[in-house]
C-alpha cells in the first residue's frame, strides 16, 4: 500500500499567489518529515525538515499528526520555485526502508 | 567537500547485458543508499549500506545487488538488463542511518 501520497503530479502556479503542495502519510509512530526539491539540471536536494521549523525560500511545512499530512506552503510563489518536489519521511529507525518518497508533484510557476 | 559523485553519468546498454555503477560518498558518510528514478514511478529505495553491511532493501528482483566497500564507497549492479530498467539510478550518502541524504547527480541507464 502507498505510504506516502502525493495526490498532485502537476501543480500550476500564478507567481504571486500561494502554493500549498500537499503530502499525507500512513505511517504508525513519528517519522521525520522531510521535503525534497529537483530543481532543473540540478541534483536532488533537501529543502526543509520538520524538525527544524524553518522557512527555506519562503517555504514552510506544518506537521498535522492528527490528519497525518505534512504539506508545503509558500504565501506568494516566485518563478524561481518551478520544480520537482518530494515529501519523504525517515522511517529508517522502525526497521525499513530509508527515506521513502512520494511521487513527486511538478510544480509550474506562471509568470 | 566534494559532494556525492556517481560514475558513469550516462551509459547505454542492450537487454540481456549486466551493468555496474559505482558512487562515492562525501568524505565521512559511511551510509549510502540507492534509488531508482523513472518519470512514472518517481523515487523508489533500492538498497542502504552502512559500514559496508546492506541495512535494507527494498522490493526489487534479485537482479539488482550492491556492495559498499571498506572506504564507504559503493557499487550497484544489474544483470540481465531488461528495457523496463532504463531509469536515472540515484546515489546519496548520509553520514548516519537517519536524517538528511546527500544526492548525487545520478546514472542514466538507457536499455535498448
Known amino acids: 500500500a502507498q505510504r506516502v501520497t502525493q495526490p498532485e503530479k502537476l501543480l500550476s502556479v500564478f507567481k504571486g499567489a500561494p502554493v500549498e503542495l500537499k503530502c499525507n502519510y500512513s505511517?504508525?509512530?513519528?517519522?521525520?518529515l522531510f521535503w525534497y526539491v529537483q530543481y532543473s539540471r540540478q541534483r536532488l536536494q533537501l529543502l526543509l525538515r520538520?524538525?527544524s521549523r524553518e522557512s527555506i525560500k519562503g517555504f514552510t511545512a506544518d506537521l498535522n499528526k492528527g490528519e497525518t499530512s505534512f504539506h508545503l506552503k509558500k504565501p506568494f510563489a516566485q518563478e524561481e520555485d518551478s520544480a520537482m518536489y518530494y515529501c519523504?519521511?525517515?522511517?529508517?529507525?522502525?526497521?525499513?526502508?530509508?527515506?521513502?518518497f512520494g511521487t513527486g508533484t511538478r510544480l509550474t510557476i506562471i509568470p | 567537500k566534494a559532494g556525492v559523485t556517481q560514475t558513469p553519468r550516462y551509459l547505454i546498454k542492450t537487454r540481456g547485458q549486466q551493468v555496474t555503477l559505482s558512487c562515492s560518498p562525501i568524505s565521512g558518510h559511511r551510509s549510502v543508499s540507492w534509488y531508482q528514478q523513472t518519470p512514472g514511478q518517481g523515487l523508489q529505495f533500492l538498497f542502504e549500506y552502512f559500514s559496508e553491511t546492506q541495512r535494507n532493501k527494498g522490493n526489487f528482483p534479485g537482479r539488482f545487488s550492491g556492495r559498499q566497500f571498506s572506504n564507504s564507497r559503493s557499487e550497484m549492479n544489474v544483470s540481465t538488463l531488461e528495457l523496463g530498467d532504463s531509469a536515472l539510478y540515484l546515489c546519496?550518502?548520509?553520514?548516519?542511518?537517519?536524517?538528511?541524504?546527500?544526492f548525487g547527480e545520478g546514472s542514466r541507464l538507457t536499455v535498448l
Open positions: 546519496a550518502s548520509s553520514p548516519k542511518t537517519s536524517g538528511e541524504l546527500f
Open positions: 520538520h524538525i
Open positions: 519523504a519521511p525517515d522511517i529508517s529507525n522502525f526497521g525499513n526502508e530509508k527515506l521513502t
Open positions: 505511517y504508525s509512530g513519528s517519522p521525520e
